[in-house]
């Protein structure tokens, strides 16, 4: 009875168009955000964008964990698949909590340290799209998957000092003369700080099927 309810599952998924899919929604977001953090007269219009990239970010989740429900044969383990474009997405919602605070608070001003983390987003945001791709066949591109994810990791380190230097800045500058300023620009770097956290979380998952597959 099982192997006849198994002929009626579908074989093969979507998962690497998935992946693809999302990644264009994290490389959307973070050029919207390197926007939003620049100031100017549209930030509410890289707000929308961002928003409306989170939700298509939350559409593809949501076909991709229906997906491993219901897909017989999957191209790694059903675990690993949840767990990659679940850190993916946690990236884009830190992303859309970064602009939702800015909104929140009427933040208008960004600090060089918010710009600079913003940038790093953008570039880390790009070598996941180049390294999605290569999953496609991790056996040949592991050596490459291997050289992008170190540097993503890198790029977190980069964005902790920024994110390191602009607290202390701030505090120096109002954590005692305005603690409420303090608070809304701390609120600003612990979400890019995240963002910058999750994509070292998507390196590390990628090295784990490079470890697992390669």
Same mark, same amino acid.
Request: proline fraction near 3%.
């Given at each position: 009875?099982? =192997?006849?309810?198994?002929?009626l599952l579908?074989?093969t998924?979507?998962f690497?168009?998935?992946f693809? =899919?999302?990644?264009?929604?994290?490389?959307?977001?973070?050029? =919207?955000?390197?926007?939003?953090?620049?100031?100017?007269?549209?930030?509410?219009?890289?707000?929308?964008?961002?928003?409306?990239?989170e939700h298509?970010?939350?559409?593809? !989740?949501?076909?991709?964990?229906q997906?491993?429900?219901?897909?017989?044969?999957?191209? *790694?383990?059903?675990?690993? !698949?949840?767990a990659?474009?679940?850190?993916?997405?946690? @990236?884009?919602?830190?992303?859309q909590?970064?602009?939702?605070?800015?909104? /929140?608070?009427?933040?208008?001003?960004? &600090?060089?340290?918010?710009?600079?983390?913003?940038?790093?987003i953008?570039?880390?945001s790009?070598?996941?799209?180049?390294?999605?791709?290569?999953?496609?066949?991790?056996?040949?591109?592991?050596k490459q /998957?291997?050289?992008? &994810?170190?540097?993503?990791v890198?790029?977190?380190?980069? @964005?902790?000092?920024?994110? *390191?230097?602009? /607290?202390?800045k701030?505090?120096?500058?109002?954590?005692?003369?305005?603690?409420?300023?303090f608070?809304?620009?701390?609120?600003?770097?612990r979400?890019?700080e995240?963002?910058?956290?999750?994509?070292?979380?998507?390196?590390?998952?990628?090295?784990?099927?490079? !470890?697992?597959?390669?």
């Open positions: 009875m099982f =192997a006849w309810f198994q002929k579908p074989r998924g979507n690497f168009e998935q693809e =899919a999302h990644g264009k929604t994290i490389v959307a977001s973070s050029q =919207a955000l390197a926007k939003l953090v620049r100031g100017g007269p549209d930030i509410a219009i890289h707000i929308k964008t961002i928003e409306d990239e298509k970010a939350d559409d593809i !989740i949501r076909e991709v964990l997906d491993v429900r219901r897909i017989f044969l999957t191209p *790694f383990d059903r675990g690993a !698949i949840t990659l474009i679940g850190v993916m997405d946690d @990236a884009v919602d830190q992303m909590q970064t602009a939702g605070a800015a909104e /929140l608070y009427d933040v208008t001003t960004f &600090t060089p340290e918010m710009v600079g983390m913003a940038d790093i953008v570039e880390a790009a070598i996941i799209d180049q390294a999605l791709p290569l999953l496609r066949d991790v056996t040949g591109n592991a /998957l291997h050289e992008l &994810t170190a540097r993503l890198k790029l977190e380190g980069d @964005a902790d000092k920024l994110n *390191f230097t602009g /607290l202390r701030a505090f120096q500058e109002h954590g005692k003369s305005d603690p409420t300023q608070v809304v620009v701390n609120e600003i770097y979400h890019l995240k963002v910058c956290d999750k994509f070292e979380d998507v390196a590390n998952q990628i090295d784990g099927l490079v !470890i697992d597959h390669a």
